[in-house]
Nanobody
Framework: QVQLVESGGGLVQAGGSLRLSCAASGRILSISVMGWYRQALGKQRESVARITSVGSTHYADSVKGRFTISRDNAKNTVYLQMNSLQPEDTAVYYC?????????WGQGTQVTVSS
């Protein structure tokens, strides 16, 4: 069993910052990709950012230059530093890890940005 525990969500004013964390535990051999997704009310879940085991990153165009993803392989933890937050960033944020051939999801953490 693999568990993902997310933290760091909350309410912030536009222009503010938040840092999300997601720690994986359990029977983990090797994590290839760690990522963050989000789902706003009434919308489909979308990829926000992901990072490979060697540190290669990919960002959604909407967050480039504002969000930074990082990971601590020793702690099986992935982070998402979110700066210059805007109301359109409001969503439930989910972390995801891939340990081929399996994929695991966190329970989600709410991020609300007020204008």
């Amino acid at each position: 069993q693999v568990q993902l525990v997310e933290s760091g969500g909350g309410l912030v004013q536009a222009g503010g910052s938040l840092r999300l964390s997601c720690a994986a535990s359990g029977r983990i051999l090797s994590i290839s990709v760690m990522g963050w997704y989000r789902q706003a009310l009434g919308k489909q879940r979308e990829s926000v950012a992901r990072i490979t085991s060697v540190g290669s990153t990919h960002y959604a165009d909407s967050v480039k230059g504002r969000f930074t993803i990082s990971r601590d392989n020793a702690k099986n933890t992935v982070y998402l530093q979110m700066n210059s937050l805007q109301p359109e960033d409001t969503a439930v944020y989910y972390c995801n890890i891939v340990t081929t051939p399996y994929s695991y999801w966190g329970q989600g953490t709410q991020v609300t940005v007020s204008s």
